[in-house]
C-alpha cells in the first residue's frame, strides 16, 4: 500500500530504525564509563600527590629538627659559640675590623685558618656529618656575627653576615627556620658538584631567649628527595617535584632539560590546593592524560614553594575501557549494516524530496533566499517547500534587520567599553599616586626633623664666625654645606608638594644656569668614576617658565643614569649633556637631551621605563621612582620627555616651552599624562 502522507512515511522510518536508540545508549554507556572512570584515576592521582606532598613536608622537617637538635648541644655546640661571641672586642667598627682580619687570614690560608677546621667543634661537625651519610654536603655553625666558628670541610669563605639565610635566621627570630630552594651546581656554600639545598636554624642561649649563632646544613638534593623517585603507580606512573616557576626539580622519567611544560599544564601544576584535571600535553609525549598535582605545604620556602606533580601514561589509565571500546565497536558494524539496509529502503521512498529541502535549506544558510524548491509530490512536503519560501523571504528581511542592529550594537558595545576602559584607568592610576604620595610624604617628613637639627647647627656655627676670626675655607664650607641643606630642604618640600597634589611654583629661569649647576654637582662622582662628563650649552636660549629645584632634579636623576650605564667603562665612559632651541608646532622649546656611550636600553622594556617601581638596576640600588617622578616633574612643567637608543648608548630628551609659548596651568592638570602608565 503506497503511503501517501508524510505522517505515515515518518512512521515508518521510526519503526525501520527503532535500533537507533541502542546505539545512543550504548554510546551513553561508554562516555559515562570513561567519565566515571577518569574520577577513579583522578581521585587516585590525587590522593598520592598529597600523599607525596606531605611525605616532602616530613622528610624536611624531619631534617630542619635534627639541625635543630645539632645546634641545641650545650657542650658540643653551644658553648664554643657562646666563647667565640665573648672574644670579640667591644663596638661595632672594632668587632669589624677583627672580621675582616679573620676574613683575610682565610683567604690566605694561614695556620689561624686551619685550626678552625682542627678544632674539636670541627671534628664533632664532621663525625655528625659522616653518621649521617652521604645525603649531607657539610655543615657549619657561625657566631652572633655570622663569621665562621666551624665547618666539617672547607666551605668558600669565612663571612656569612650578609647571606640570605644568616640574615633571615638573625632577623626573624628563635623560632625562624631557613629552608633554601634548589641551590645549583658549584654555587653553594661547600661548592659541590651536585645539587643542594640549605637548612639553617638559630643557635639560641641558655634561657633560649637569643640568636647565639646559627648552623646551617648542605643536603644533596637528589638523595633528600630519592623518595619522589621511587613513588609508582601502576607499570607507567611516577611522581615530580616542581618549583613555582613550572620548573622540574625531580623526576624519574626524563632529565631536567627534557621536560616541556606547557603555560597550561604549568598553571594546575602550580596551584595553591591539590585537585586533578586531563591535560592536554603533560610534558612527557603524551596527550589527553589524568594528573594529579599538590602543593609542599608547611616548608615556608623563601620564594619558590614546591609542588608534586603525579602522571600516568594514558595507555595504561584508560586500559579498562578498552575491552568496552571494542565491544561498541563491533556492536556499531552490526548497527550500520542495519541501518544501511533500512536506508537504502528508505531512500527509495522518501530520501529524494528531503535531500531537494536539504539543498534548498543549505543555500538558504548560505545567503540565497530565491533558489526554487522543485517538488510536487502532492503531499505534506509540497507544502513544507511552500513554507520554506515563505521562511526564506522572512529570513531575508530579518537578516538585514538583524545586520542593522548588530552594527548599531558593536558600535554601542565599543563605546561603552571604552568608557569602562577609561574608568578603569583612572582608578588605578589614583590608587598608585596615592600609595606613592604616602610614601613621599612620610620620606620627606622624616628627612626634614634631622635636616632641621642641621640648618639650625650651621646658623650657629656661622654666628660663631661673624664673632670670631676663621680662615676663608672654613666659611666658604659652612656656606657650601648650608646651601646644600636648604637644596635638600626645598626637595623635601617638593616632595610633600607631589604628595599632596598641588601645583610647583613656576617662574623665568635661565636652563643653561640650572644645567651648570647639575654638572658641578655630578663632578665628584664623575672624578671618583674616572668618567667624562661633558657639556655643549647653546649661546642663547630663551627662558622657560620652571621651579629650578625640581628641573635640577630631572637634570641630575638623567645625569646619574647615564653615570651609572657607563661607569663600568671607566675612563671609557662619556656623558654629554646638550641645550639647544627646537620647533615644535609652530612654537619654540628648550632641549636639554642626556645621552651616553654606555650599553642602552632593551627594546622590549624602553616602553615601562618611566614606569613607578621600575628599575634596570640589580636589588638594593635602585627604587624604579628616579624616571617616574622626572616625567612628572616634566609634566608638571607642560614639558615631554623621550627615550631612545643612540648608536651607541641611550638618549633622554627633555622639551620645555619657552616663555612666550607657555600654556596656562591649572591646579587639577599636574598628573593627567600620567595616564600612559596605565
Not at 599632596?500 to 654637582?521: E, H, Y
Request: aromatic share 6%; net charge negative; with cysteine.
Amino acid at each position: 500500500m503506497r503511503i501517501r502522507t508524510i505522517r505515515g512515511r515518518i512512521v515508518l522510518a521510526i519503526v525501520l530504525v527503532g535500533c537507533i536508540p541502542l546505539l545512543i545508549g550504548l554510546v551513553l554507556a561508554y562516555v559515562s564509563g570513561m567519565r566515571s572512570l577518569r574520577d577513579v584515576i583522578g581521585g587516585n592521582l590525587q590522593a598520592v600527590a598529597i600523599q607525596a606532598a606531605d611525605r616532602v613536608t616530613m622528610l624536611v622537617q624531619s631534617e630542619v629538627q635534627s639541625v635543630r637538635l645539632l645546634g641545641s648541644a650545650p657542650l658540643r655546640v653551644r658553648q664554643p659559640v657562646e666563647a667565640a661571641n665573648q672574644s670579640y672586642p667591644i663596638g661595632h667598627d672594632k668587632v669589624q675590623a677583627l672580621i675582616n682580619d679573620r676574613m683575610q687570614l682565610w683567604e690566605k690560608g694561614f695556620e689561624s685558618a686551619a685550626r678552625l677546621l682542627n678544632a674539636e667543634l670541627s671534628r664533632f661537625l664532621l663525625e655528625t656529618k659522616v653518621r649521617d651519610g652521604d645525603k649531607v654536603v657539610g655543615l657549619l655553625i657561625t657566631d652572633q656575627y655570622g663569621a665562621l666558628v666551624a665547618a666539617s670541610s672547607e666551605p668558600d669563605h669565612f663571612y656569612f653576615g650578609k647571606e640570605p639565610w644568616w640574615e633571615t635566621v638573625r632577623a626573624s627570630g628563635i623560632d625562624q627556620v631557613y629552608v633554601s630552594g634548589l641551590i645549583p651546581a658549584q654555587e653553594g656554600s661547600f661548592r659541590t658538584s651536585e645539587e643542594t639545598i640549605d637548612i639553617a636554624v638559630p643557635i639560641l642561649d641558655d634561657r633560649q631567649h637569643a640568636v647565639i649563632g646559627a648552623v646551617k646544613a648542605s643536603y644533596r638534593f637528589d638523595m633528600l628527595f630519592a623518595m619522589i623517585k621511587q613513588i609508582r603507580i601502576g607499570q607507567t606512573g611516577h611522581a615530580m617535584l616542581f618549583d613555582a616557576a613550572g620548573n622540574p626539580l625531580v623526576c624519574p622519567i626524563l632529565p631536567r632539560q627534557a621536560h616541556r611544560i606547557p603555560s597550561q599544564l604549568m598553571a594546575m601544576i602550580v596551584s595553591s590546593e591539590p585537585g586533578w584535571a586531563i591535560a592536554e600535553d603533560d610534558g612527557h609525549g603524551a596527550n589527553d592524560t589524568v594528573v594529579g598535582y599538590a602543593p609542599v605545604r608547611g616548608l615556608k620556602l623563601p620564594d619558590n614553594p614546591w609542588h608534586v606533580f603525579v602522571r600516568q601514561q594514558p595507555a595504561e589509565s584508560y586500559a579498562p575501557i578498552r575491552d568496552q571500546v571494542r565491544n561498541l565497536a563491533a556492536i556499531g558494524l552490526v548497527m550500520i549494516g542495519l541501518l544501511w539496509a533500512m536506508g537504502r529502503y528508505v531512500a527509495a521512498r522518501i530520501a529524494r524530496p528531503i535531500q531537494i529541502l536539504q539543498s534548498g535549506v543549505e543555500a538558504i544558510s548560505q545567503g540565497t533566499y530565491d533558489r526554487p524548491l522543485n517538488i510536487h509530490t502532492g503531499d505534506e512536503f509540497e507544502d513544507l517547500a511552500t513554507a520554506v519560501h515563505q521562511m526564506a523571504d522572512r529570513l531575508k528581511t530579518s537578516r538585514t534587520e538583524l545586520e542593522r542592529l548588530n552594527e548599531d550594537l558593536a558600535r554601542r558595545v565599543e563605546e561603552k567599553t571604552q568608557e569602562i576602559t577609561k574608568h578603569v584607568q583612572n582608578l588605578e592610576l589614583a590608587e598608585r599616586l596615592a600609595t606613592l604620595g604616602k610614601v613621599a610624604s612620610g620620606i620627606a617628613h622624616e628627612i626634614n626633623n634631622p635636616l632641621g637639627i642641621i640648618l639650625n647647627r650651621i646658623e650657629c656655627m656661622e654666628a660663631d664666625a661673624s664673632r670670631f676670626p676663621m680662615p676663608a675655607e672654613v666659611c666658604q664650607d659652612l656656606e657650601a654645606i648650608r646651601t646644600q641643606a636648604e637644596r635638600i630642604s626645598r626637595v623635601t618640600k617638593s616632595i610633600l608638594t607631589f604628595s599632596r597634589g598641588t601645583v610647583s611654583t613656576l617662574k623665568p629661569i635661565d636652563v643653561n644656569s640650572v644645567v651648570r649647576t647639575c654638572i658641578a654637582n655630578a663632578g665628584e662622582r664623575v672624578s671618583a668614576l674616572s668618567v667624562r662628563l661633558e657639556s655643549l650649552l647653546s649661546a642663547s636660549l630663551p627662558p622657560v617658565m620652571g621651579d629650578r629645584d625640581r628641573l635640577e632634579t630631572v637634570i641630575l636623576n638623567l645625569i646619574n643614569n647615564a653615570i651609572d650605564a657607563v661607569s663600568p667603562l671607566g675612563a671609557e665612559g662619556v656623558v654629554t649633556v646638550r641645550t639647544a632651541t627646537v620647533q615644535m608646532d609652530a612654537e619654540t622649546w628648550v632641549e636639554i637631551s642626556v645621552s651616553d656611550n654606555g650599553p642602552g636600553i632593551l627594546p622590549e622594556i624602553i616602553g615601562r621605563i618611566f614606569d613607578p617601581f621600575f628599575s634596570t638596576k640589580p636589588a638594593g640600588q635602585g627604587t624604579g621612582l628616579g624616571l617616574f617622578l622626572t616625567y612628572g616633574i616634566v609634566s608638571d612643567h607642560r614639558g615631554k620627555i623621550e627615550v631612545k637608543n643612540g648608536e651607541p648608548g641611550a638618549i633622554f630628551s627633555v622639551a620645555l616651552p619657552t616663555v612666550g609659548f607657555m600654556t596656562p596651568i591649572h591646579k587639577e592638570a599636574p598628573w593627567e599624562s600620567q595616564a600612559k602608565f596605565l
